[in-house]
Each structure stands twice: as structure tokens, then as C-alpha cells.
């Protein structure tokens, strides 16, 4: 099994950044693809981004392309989600997930509690 705790969320204006945190705990982490999903109010959780155990394949969703950035560090346990340009449709509850294989659906099998990201306009 994963833990999975996310962190750095909060407020920004629009056009600002914010590097959101996952840090896991629990079985070997490099064993497992990661991604970042989020919730936006009243709409469905969505995908943003996934990497593979070793990092070396990325997907985006279309509406964070040039503007996010995943990425993980097996060696620290750590993925990551760097955050640019933000609009307020970013704004939402952003989580991390965990699964043996890479997906772009939310079958993933681990998830963290999630931290709200808030983009003001």
C-alpha cells in the first residue's frame, strides 16, 4: 500500500504559479506511476497530468499543456506539480494518485486527501 499526502496548495491572483507537493510513504514508490487529478466545484474530478515510475513518459490534460509540469524524485519519495500562468478555472481541490500502472483515467489506486488550489481573478 501508498500514503499519500499532498501539500502546497493555497491562494494565487491569476498569472501567478504554485509547486503543489505529494510526498508517499509506504511501498517501494519507484514501483508506481503517479499523477495529479483535480476537482473544480461542482464538476466531476479530471485528470492534469501523470508520469511513469521512471519519469520518462508524460501526459497532460489539453487545458494545463505549456503551463504545468509534473515530475517526480524516486529517490526522495516526492512527486511534484509545478503550476504557471494560472486562470480561475484552475481553481479546485488537486490530488495526487498512485497506481502500479499509468493512466489517464482515475483508476488509480491510491489517492492523497487533497489540497485546494484557489486562483483569483
Known amino acids: 500500500q501508498v500514503q499519500l499526502v499532498e501539500s502546497g496548495g493555497g491562494e494565487v491572483q491569476a498569472g501567478g504559479s504554485l509547486r503543489l507537493s505529494c510526498a508517499a510513504s509506504?511501498?517501494?514508490?519507484?514501483?508506481?506511476?503517479m499523477a495529479w487529478f483535480r476537482r473544480a466545484p461542482g464538476k466531476e474530478r479530471e485528470f492534469i497530468a501523470s508520469?511513469?515510475?521512471?519519469?520518462?513518459?508524460?501526459w497532460y490534460a489539453e487545458s494545463v499543456k505549456g503551463r504545468f509540469t509534473i515530475s517526480r524524485d524516486n529517490a526522495k519519495n516526492m512527486m511534484y506539480l509545478q503550476m504557471s500562468s494560472l486562470k480561475p478555472e484552475d481553481t479546485g481541490v488537486y490530488y495526487c494518485?498512485?497506481?502500479?500502472?499509468?493512466?489517464?483515467?482515475?483508476?488509480?489506486?491510491?489517492w492523497g486527501q487533497g489540497t485546494q488550489v484557489t486562483v483569483a481573478s
Open positions: 494518485a498512485a497506481d502500479r500502472t499509468v493512466r489517464t483515467t482515475d483508476e488509480y489506486d491510491y
Open positions: 509506504g511501498d517501494t514508490f519507484s514501483d508506481y506511476a
Open positions: 508520469i511513469n515510475w521512471m519519469g520518462s513518459s508524460i
